[in-house]
């Protein structure tokens, strides 16, 4: 009996130990059912409506409680016998075959169910599954003082009210819809759009309500940084079929939770504009103008407790107004104009006793403790020896090819006394001093087009008075030596503080044009003469009358013979051609006249192929080709690569085709002392004359270029050497007046864009336009003294390799540079405003805080000045020509005393300052 209770016992203890240990496994397959699928699911049995208790592994039905055991054990009273314990064991084994298969029943189905749900992810509408991206954007508050657009938006929506006071809404949904039906109540917005339109618009997409763009205000927070501001929101949406800026304001009857960082919204600003629209009108900029109004918290709680519209109304003008005083005053203002090196000279140095020669003074005092660091900051710094070598290869090319240029033209001008030997010993001689003395060594020296329309001028007054020209030239450019010091020692470059940025422009794109005009001059010069050309003209329309002339002479073919050999190996019908294009000259001509079509059509080839090749490496850094090192160091090369390039096809591609070089004569000497002695009273004294007038135009030339260097977007450190680089710029012309050497000057546009070249440039982002700034400049000596060395060596490559750049390159070279001049002239971007959308207006300063009239009217004014510079710039009449420098310093008067009568001063302060 004992054995048989022991037996029992053990059996129940067998069977309680069972059901402990299928629970236990039961609790596992259900927690690692739940971590594997929670994720993917949960969300799908939130949006279906499914209950989504089952994640849980709730199956209490099939686990085995108390009770069940109960009911499986084996009764207490049951008798004995081995038959009796032989059924106990029996429904023990039972009863483990039954959980095992419970489990293995929940495991199936749980199988079945996730296989079913991957069937519905699999047919389910992809409407149903989105990314959305999100990011946050730091824009700026709207300037109520500077910018004109910010109080007109206002005004505006004041007259065209569309307020909501006290709205009985709650959700996002349907605050959005109430505010859109209250703009379609409008005839003109119903017409151009729809509730469903709009929507669209607003909203992500339609089965998700999150709204496309907002702005919200912030707040520093001493927890987590900062905190949004969570009282109001403004939604922005662009509809396409909008042609006007829509603005409604509804202030909710109680706070509402619109999402994320909108948990307790009182006021919804909703702004609807078109897509295509002005930059200053965009939705943006229109929501700017609203989130800085209610940014205010005082303004805000002033905003709910108003009574009725007319209340709200007033208290939106009077903000505007408030915001107008506020940020008009000096210490809230966040742009400035930045202060001239002569006002900041005037603020250092103050009243000296004896003011002769003070300016000369202070520049040296700012100037050379910086001497050893100008040449130091040639060869240190982060990509300073690529930047300084790419800069002296184009300085070289950007001197040397304009030096042959002018010379071409002095040598014609006086009969061979100055010519491209001499004009390159003066461009080395007179860039080596100033890049060793001068102030500041990134104005680059150089003899210009007006300089050698001097020249000629004077050689025509020689001819006709029978003067010596070398005497001449050289009492010229003493007086005008001697004019240049007087305006050194009187301090008179003060007088560039009045020197307004819209001058500078005026005279910059003058010079742009006149390098452009000298390229288009000699374009049509040498199509007269090898393409349009009696003989080229005769063989197209007289061929028929004139046929026994269709071939040339024994003698003409001798004579051309070079010029058809290329055209033999060609076909019969361009033999022809070519033979019927060389005819006799008339009996009176005396002469042979060619027609050499080809020379035409390769010069315009070479001259555009150099502007292109140029202009597109000048540009590459914009392109996604190659990495951004080599893009860089394509840009930097760009004028030597097309220089190089297209000198290699015109010499050698197309060395058949025989070009013209420039001409050359070796010179036996070439330091010659004028003889100032051969001039009678009179000449000296109209030399005189003849220097005031080139002493202005060294005075306007000089300065000018030294204040575009200068110019404060430019971030240069060292500062302004104004007086002592006009002393420098006096000793160095008086010089080079004693032999007859071309006079050089500060150059346009090459000073600027030898900054640029040394410049490290970032490309600025605004509202989809991209425009470059300056990060740093090295501001180096090294670059002006290298490439001034190296073109003194090019006199030992006279005439030969030099000759091998064909002319054409040359002009090529001239609207390269003056194409490459226009990056950065407000003037010529105003310019184009005339010829662009409104929409595609980029978002300057002077764009926000101007109106579009003024804008335009301002350019014209600046155009009417620039047309009458080049009525008497490019006069043919040479005398015109001499009130040039005149001209130039009266633009100075008509800016400071004609001007302002046409504008309020703050819109001339953004129009022609360097207000950022």
Same mark, same amino acid.
């Given at each position: 009996?004992?054995?048989?209770?022991?037996?029992?016992?053990?059996?129940?203890?067998?069977?309680?130990?069972?059901?402990?240990?299928?629970?236990?496994?039961?609790?596992?397959?259900?927690?690692?059912?739940?971590?594997?699928? !929670?994720?993917?699911?949960?969300?799908?049995?939130?949006?279906? %409506?499914?209950?989504?208790?089952?994640?849980?592994?709730?199956?209490?039905?099939?686990?085995?409680?108390?009770?069940?055991?109960?009911?499986?054990?084996?009764?207490?009273?049951?008798?004995?016998?081995?038959?009796?314990?032989?059924?106990?064991?029996?429904?023990?084994?039972?009863?483990?075959?039954?959980?095992?298969?419970?489990?293995? $029943?929940?495991?199936?189905?749980?199988?079945?169910?996730?296989?079913?749900?991957?069937?519905?992810?699999?047919?389910?509408?992809?409407?149903?599954?989105?990314?959305?991206?999100?990011?946050?954007?730091?824009?700026?508050?709207?300037?109520?003082?500077?910018?004109?657009?910010?109080?007109?938006?206002?005004?505006?929506?004041?007259? *065209?009210?569309?307020?909501?006071?006290?709205?009985?809404?709650?959700?996002?949904?349907?605050?959005?819809?109430?505010?859109?039906?209250?703009?379609?109540?409008?005839?003109?917005?119903?017409?151009?759009?729809? &509730?469903?339109?709009?929507?669209?618009?607003?909203?992500? #997409?339609?089965?998700?309500?999150?709204?496309?763009?907002?702005? #919200?205000?912030?707040?520093?927070?001493?927890?987590?940084?900062?905190?949004?501001?969570?009282?109001?929101?403004?939604?922005?949406?662009?509809?396409?079929?909008?042609?006007?800026?829509?603005?409604?304001?509804? *202030?909710?009857?109680?706070?509402?939770?619109? %999402?994320?960082?909108?948990?307790?919204?009182?006021?919804?600003?909703?702004?609807?504009?078109?897509?295509?629209?002005?930059?200053?009108?965009?939705?943006?900029?229109?929501?700017?103008?609203?989130?800085?109004?209610?940014?205010?918290?005082?303004?805000?709680?002033?905003?709910?407790?108003?009574?009725? $519209?007319?209340?709200? !109304?007033?208290?939106?003008?009077?903000?505007?107004?408030?915001?107008?005083?506020?940020?008009?005053?000096?210490?809230?203002?966040?742009?400035?104009?930045?202060?001239?090196?002569?006002?900041?000279?005037?603020?250092?140095?103050?009243?000296? *006793?004896?003011?002769?020669?003070?300016?000369?003074?202070?520049?040296?005092?700012?100037?050379?403790?910086?001497?050893?660091?100008?040449?130091?900051?040639?060869?240190?710094?982060?990509?300073?020896?690529?930047?300084?070598?790419?800069?002296?290869?184009?300085?070289?090319?950007?001197?040397?090819?304009?030096?042959?240029?002018?010379?071409?033209?002095?040598?014609?001008?006086?009969?061979?006394?100055?010519?491209?030997?001499?004009?390159?010993?003066?461009?080395?001689?007179?860039?080596?001093?100033?890049?060793?003395?001068?102030?500041?060594?990134?104005?680059?020296?150089?003899?210009?087009?007006?300089?050698?329309?001097?020249?000629?001028?004077?050689?025509?007054?020689?001819?006709?008075?029978?003067?010596?020209?070398?005497?001449?030239?050289?009492?010229?450019?003493?007086? =005008?030596?001697?004019?240049?010091?007087?305006?050194?020692?009187?301090?008179?470059?003060?007088?560039?503080?009045?020197?307004? *940025?819209?001058?500078?422009?005026?005279?910059?794109?003058?010079?742009?044009?006149?390098?452009?005009?000298?390229?288009?001059?000699?374009?049509?010069?040498?199509?007269?003469? =090898?393409?349009?050309?009696?003989?080229?003209?005769?063989?197209?329309?007289?061929?028929?009358?004139?046929?026994?002339?269709?071939?040339?002479?024994?003698?003409?073919?001798?004579?051309?013979?070079?010029?058809?050999?290329?055209?033999?190996?060609?076909?019969?019908?361009?033999?022809?051609?070519?033979?019927?294009?060389? &005819?006799?000259?008339?009996?009176?001509?005396?002469?042979?006249?060619?027609?050499?079509?080809?020379?035409?059509?390769?010069?315009?080839?070479?001259?555009?192929?150099?502007?292109?090749?140029?202009?597109?490496?000048?540009?590459?850094? !914009?392109?996604?080709?190659?990495?951004?090192?080599?893009? $860089?160091?394509?840009?930097?090369?760009?004028?030597?690569?097309?220089?190089?390039?297209?000198?290699?096809?015109?010499?050698?591609?197309?060395?058949?085709?025989?070009?013209?070089?420039?001409?050359?004569?070796?010179?036996?000497?070439?330091?010659?002392?004028?003889?100032?002695?051969?001039?009678?009273?009179?000449?000296?004294?109209?030399?005189?004359?003849?220097?005031?007038?080139?002493?202005?135009?060294?005075?306007?030339?000089?300065?000018?270029?030294?204040?575009?260097?200068?110019?404060?977007?430019?971030?240069?450190?060292?500062?302004?050497?104004?007086?002592?680089?006009?002393?420098?710029?006096?000793?160095?012309?008086?010089?080079?007046?004693?032999?007859?050497?071309?006079?050089?000057?500060?150059?346009?546009?090459?000073?600027?864009?030898?900054?640029?070249?040394?410049?490290?440039?970032?490309?600025?982002?605004?509202?989809?336009?991209?425009?470059?700034?300056?990060?740093?400049?090295?501001?180096?000596?090294?670059?002006?003294?290298?490439?001034?060395?190296?073109?003194?060596?090019?006199?030992?490559?006279?005439?030969?390799?030099?000759?091998?750049?064909?002319?054409?390159?040359?002009?090529?070279?001239?609207?390269?540079?003056?194409?490459?001049?226009?990056?950065?002239?407000?003037?010529?971007?105003?310019?184009?405003?005339?010829?662009?959308?409104?929409?595609?207006?980029?978002?300057?300063?002077?764009?926000?805080?101007?109106?579009?009239?003024?804008?335009?009217?301002?350019?014209?004014?600046?155009?009417?000045?620039?047309?009458?510079?080049?009525?008497?710039?490019?006069?043919?009449?040479?005398?015109?020509?001499?009130?040039?420098?005149? &001209?130039?310093?009266?633009?100075?008067?008509?800016?400071?005393?004609?001007?302002?009568?046409?504008? $309020?001063?703050?819109?001339? !302060?953004?129009?022609?300052?360097?207000?950022?």
């Amino acid at each position: 009996m004992a054995i048989i209770m022991i037996y029992n016992a053990c059996a129940k203890l067998f069977i309680r130990y069972t059901q402990t240990f299928f629970k236990h496994l039961q609790n596992k397959v259900e927690s690692c059912e739940y971590e594997r699928f !929670k994720c993917s699911d949960m969300s799908d049995a939130e949006t279906s %409506g499914d209950d989504p208790t089952w994640h849980s592994g709730n199956h209490e039905e099939e686990a085995v409680g108390p009770e069940d055991v109960q009911l499986l054990e084996v009764p207490n009273g049951s008798h004995g016998g081995p038959s009796g314990n032989s059924s106990s064991l029996l429904t023990s084994s039972g009863l483990l075959k039954g959980i095992l298969k419970n489990r293995l $029943e929940t495991v199936e189905s749980n199988d079945l169910y996730r296989q079913e749900r991957r069937r519905r992810h699999s047919s389910a509408d992809e409407d149903d599954f989105a990314l959305l991206h999100g990011r946050f954007e730091k824009v700026p508050l709207k300037d109520f003082h500077a910018e004109i657009r910010a109080f007109k938006d206002v005004e505006d929506f004041l007259s *065209r009210t569309l307020l909501m006071l006290d709205l009985q809404k709650t959700g996002l949904t349907q605050i959005i819809e109430a505010m859109v039906q209250k703009l379609l109540e409008k005839k003109e917005v119903s017409a151009q759009t729809s &509730l469903e339109e709009a929507r669209h618009a607003i909203f992500t #997409q339609d089965s998700v309500h999150t709204l496309s763009k907002t702005i #919200q205000g912030t707040m520093t927070s001493e927890v987590s940084g900062f905190d949004f501001d969570q009282n109001w929101i403004c939604v922005m949406c662009d509809i396409p079929t909008v042609t006007k800026r829509h603005v409604v304001i509804a *202030r909710l009857h109680s706070p509402a939770n619109l %999402g994320s960082n909108s948990h307790e919204v009182q006021f919804v600003i909703l702004v609807m504009a078109p897509v295509r629209e002005k930059s200053t009108k965009s939705s943006l900029e229109t929501a700017r103008t609203f989130a800085t109004l209610f940014l205010d918290i005082d303004f805000r709680h002033q905003l709910l407790l108003a009574e009725s $519209e007319y209340e709200f !109304k007033q208290l939106l003008h009077t903000r505007t107004k408030l915001l107008i005083e506020e940020q008009g005053l000096p210490e809230n203002r966040k742009s400035h104009l930045v202060l001239s090196a002569f006002e900041q000279e005037e603020q250092e140095g103050g009243k000296a *006793r004896c003011p002769l020669g003070q300016g000369l003074i202070r520049d040296l005092k700012r100037r050379l403790p910086h001497y050893v660091s100008d040449f130091r900051d040639g060869f240190v710094g982060n990509k300073t020896i690529h930047k300084v070598t790419s800069t002296t290869f184009f300085l070289y090319f950007a001197c040397v090819l304009p030096n042959i240029a002018f010379g071409m033209l002095n040598d014609n001008n006086t009969a061979g006394v100055i010519d491209v030997q001499k004009v390159l010993f003066s461009q080395c001689v007179g860039g080596l001093l100033f890049a060793v003395f001068g102030g500041q060594p990134l104005i680059v020296l150089l003899t210009t087009a007006p300089l050698a329309l001097y020249t000629k001028i004077i050689y025509s007054i020689c001819e006709d008075f029978d003067l010596n020209f070398n005497a001449m030239f050289a009492c010229t450019g003493l007086w =005008n030596a001697f004019f240049l010091l007087i305006f050194v020692f009187f301090n008179t470059s003060k007088l560039m503080k009045y020197s307004s *940025r819209s001058t500078e422009e005026v005279f910059s794109l003058f010079i742009t044009f006149a390098f452009s005009a000298d390229a288009i001059k000699d374009t049509i010069k040498d199509f007269n003469k =090898n393409y349009n050309t009696d003989v080229c003209h005769g063989v197209t329309h007289s061929n028929s009358t004139n046929q026994n002339a269709s071939f040339p002479t024994n003698s003409s073919l001798t004579t051309v013979s070079a010029m058809t050999t290329a055209s033999t190996v060609t076909t019969v019908s361009m033999v022809n051609v070519t033979n019927s294009s060389m &005819l006799a000259a008339p009996s009176g001509g005396g002469g042979i006249e060619e027609c050499l079509r080809e020379n035409s059509i390769l010069f315009l080839l070479l001259m555009l192929g150099t502007v292109w090749l140029g202009i597109t490496l000048f540009n590459f850094t !914009k392109t996604p080709f190659l990495n951004a090192g080599k893009r $860089e160091m394509l840009a930097d090369y760009a004028l030597p690569v097309a220089v190089l390039v297209m000198s290699f096809f015109g010499s050698y591609v197309f060395r058949e085709v025989h070009m013209k070089p420039f001409k050359y004569k070796a010179r036996e000497q070439m330091f010659e002392l004028a003889p100032l002695h051969l001039l009678p009273v009179g000449a000296v004294f109209a030399a005189a004359g003849l220097g005031f007038s080139l002493s202005l135009l060294f005075f306007m030339d000089q300065n000018i270029s030294s204040a575009l260097v200068n110019a404060p977007s430019n971030k240069l450190k060292k500062g302004a050497a104004y007086h002592w680089d006009l002393f420098v710029v006096a000793v160095i012309n008086a010089f080079l007046s004693i032999f007859t050497m071309p006079w050089v000057h500060a150059a346009l546009p090459h000073s600027p864009l030898h900054v640029r070249a040394l410049a490290d440039l970032e490309d600025r982002v605004d509202q989809g336009h991209v425009h470059q700034i300056v990060v740093h400049v090295r501001e180096t000596r090294v670059t002006g003294i290298i490439s001034h060395v190296m073109i003194g060596l090019s006199m030992l490559m006279l005439p030969y390799p030099l000759a091998y750049i064909p002319r054409p390159v040359l002009d090529g070279l001239f609207i390269y540079v003056a194409i490459t001049a226009l990056y950065g002239n407000q003037l010529f971007d105003r310019i184009l405003l005339f010829f662009t959308e409104q929409s595609a207006y980029p978002p300057n300063h002077y764009i926000r805080r101007v109106p579009q009239r003024k804008i335009h009217l301002f350019t014209t004014l600046q155009l009417i000045q620039l047309v009458v510079l080049c009525v008497f710039g490019f006069s043919p009449i040479p005398y015109m020509k001499m009130v040039f420098p005149v &001209l130039i310093m009266l633009l100075m008067p008509i800016r400071h005393k004609i001007i302002p009568n046409f504008f $309020e001063p703050k819109y001339l !302060k953004a129009l022609d300052g360097h207000a950022h």
